[in-house]
């Protein structure tokens, strides 16, 4: 029972040093996936394309968030999906069929992800 107490009486900030601690800890997320992961970078790219022009072809405020919005999320997946990679290699490089699996299921969220942006894309642009 002592392990879980430990667990509980840990000292945890509050207020305006847990938002600066967190906005650090984001941050230093953003810069590790930009440095070890080739996929987010790609996007990045594609995201500094996609935005602007999503911003430029809306008409109104909704049209540009609905556009520029499911880009965000590839970035928002991207980075969960690495952080499932990150914590499977972790654990160990040896082929696993679950380990396997979970990596499998973040890149289909990934894919997703860019079937809602084309989607989006179509239903707004071609719907006008």
């Known amino acids: 029972m002592e392990a879980d107490s430990a667990v509980v009486d840990r000292y945890k900030p509050r207020g305006l040093t847990r938002v ?72 160990g490089f040896e082929r696993h069929a679950l380990a396997g699996l979970a990596k499998d299921i973040g890149s289909a969220a990934v894919l997703m992800s860019f079937v809602l942006l084309t989607a989006v894309w179509l239903l707004v642009l071609l719907g006008r």
């Open 20 to 91: 600066l601690r967190a906005v650090g800890a984001s941050l230093r997320g953003l810069a590790g996936a930009f440095r070890e992961e080739a996929a987010f970078r790609q996007e990045l790219a594609f995201a500094a394309l996609v935005i602007p022009l999503g911003l430029w072809l809306g008409h109104g405020g909704i049209e540009r968030a609905l556009l520029i919005g499911p880009m965000l999320l590839i970035l928002i997946v991207e980075l969960l999906n690495s952080a499932i990679e990150a914590t499977v290699d972790r654990i």
